[in-house]
């Protein structure tokens, strides 16, 4: 299912997708309401009553500039709300659906430990991993960006969300794998020649510094790889057999690169950083 305007029969058939088996829902990722709308209509169809993958993909750039070079503060009045559409969609959308998608997952368990139909678990075939049609292990991949760790000064709003998907990913990872075995990660492609850009933009863009679709789509497979298998073809420095949660993925051109979180400088950094894991200080001070 996808959360777009459905396009046109044509291009769908050009595509070969099959539409007794797609679903395509006008969605405004921004907006809490038409999240919920979607996610219900995701755990309905089909009666499965279950959301396996979810892709937070949705996009957009800043609609205006922080710098207001346009506005002369000698004539102008004072000025307007800022146009945060781009943080809407591109931060906010995804703090929606990780809650909805967390939600549906223990649903789903909640349903999967009520049945009485045994399934194998994949990486034993002679072992019995839970009663379900087959197991049930939720991955959520979000799609950030390169600039989610360097500085973008020419769309600010954009970059500074694409950081907070990148703090998303890394705090929440490991402990919703853990306690719900949902697996939360996050791709942050290079230059890809999308819509996003413009086609005066992607022509003047040398070809060797572009990447390509393939490249991301092969960061989700891994990342979504029951086994965490990661193909030992020297393009990826992923740890193979590892399931994978909380892993931000930088896509440039054909190499995967699994980034991490910033040392610490020092001893008192280590204690504040060691403080926020389960049964430190923050979390006696700090509930929600």
Request: aromatic share 10%; hydrophobic share 35%; proline share 7%.
């Amino acid at each position: 299912m996808a959360a777009t305007r459905p396009p046109d029969p044509a291009s769908l058939a050009q595509a070969g997708i099959d539409t007794d088996r797609t679903l395509f829902v006008r969605t405004d990722v921004s907006s809490w309401q038409d999240s919920v709308a979607l996610f219900k209509t995701a755990w309905n169809w089909g009666n499965g009553h279950r959301i396996d993958f979810l892709a937070a993909n949705a996009g957009t750039d800043d609609k205006e500039s922080v710098y207001g070079y346009n506005v002369d503060p000698e004539t102008e009045e004072e000025p307007v709300m800022p146009n945060l559409r781009c943080i809407e969609v591109n931060l906010l959308s995804v703090f929606h659906a990780l809650k909805l998608f967390i939600f549906y997952a223990r649903r789903t368990q909640k349903g999967i430990s009520s049945s009485t139909s045994p399934v194998i678990d994949p990486r034993n075939s002679s072992s019995s991993l839970s009663s379900s049609p087959w197991p049930f292990n939720p991955k959520m991949v979000i799609t950030g960006s390169c600039v989610g760790q360097y500085r973008f000064p020419v769309a600010p709003q954009y970059c500074a969300a694409k950081h907070g998907l990148v703090g998303l990913t890394r705090s929440v990872g490991e402990k919703l794998l853990k306690y719900d075995n949902i697996a939360v990660n996050c791709v942050m492609p290079g230059f890809v020649p999308t819509s996003l850009g413009s086609p005066e933009l992607i022509a003047a863009w040398p070809k060797e510094f572009q990447t390509p679709v393939t490249s991301t789509n092969r960061a989700f497979m891994e990342l979504i790889d029951e086994l965490g298998r990661v193909t030992q073809d020297g393009k990826s420095d992923g740890i193979d057999g590892v399931v994978k949660s909380g892993q931000t993925v930088e896509v440039v051109g054909d190499q995967l690169f699994y980034r991490e979180s910033v040392p610490s400088p020092n001893q008192s950094m280590n204690f504040l950083r060691a403080q926020a894991e389960e049964g430190g200080l923050w979390e006696t001070m700090y509930q929600v």
